[in-house]
């Protein structure tokens, strides 16, 4: 990685793992709402279950934010979207879609970003060139 990208790659962590971080320490926050929703969906021993994802959630977010250990952080986080694990129907497909998408947005934007300017085939690019321009009274073929 080129050190002008350091910052980026920064900024990029701070924001996912950040988010994570948020929605683990809402896991402990909010424990009661999310273990009644949890135990209507009939996942076993919900507040334990809302704990223990809660722990990953901040754990990974934590590792992604600060680098230690990362592949361990993003192991955690990713077992946190098993949405294969739903039954078939529209629960798993809106939960597969809205993950798809998440993880879409996220890859495009952080590639996106560290690629060097201009870009190809960009305004920035094109003036560079710096097309010659026509001579007065030439004809345009």
């Known amino acids: 990685m080129h050190p002008s990208t350091h910052w980026l790659f920064l900024a990029g962590r701070v924001l996912f793992g950040g988010f994570f971080l948020s929605s683990g320490v809402s896991h402990f926050t909010q424990l009661e709402g999310l273990s009644a929703h949890a135990g209507a969906k009939g996942v076993p021993f919900s507040e334990v279950a809302v704990l223990l994802t809660g722990a990953l959630l901040v754990i990974g977010g934590l590792s992604v934010l600060f680098g230690y250990a ?63 321009r026509a001579r007065r009274g030439a004809t345009v073929p």
């Open 70 to 132: 990362p592949k361990v952080g993003l192991v955690a986080l990713a077992m946190m979207h098993a949405f294969w694990k739903l039954p078939e129907g529209q629960e798993r497909a809106i939960e597969q879609v809205n993950f798809s998408k998440n993880v879409a947005l996220l890859g495009a934007t952080l590639a996106l970003a560290v690629v060097p300017t201009p870009w190809p085939l960009s305004l920035s690019q094109i003036e560079k060139l710096k097309l010659p």
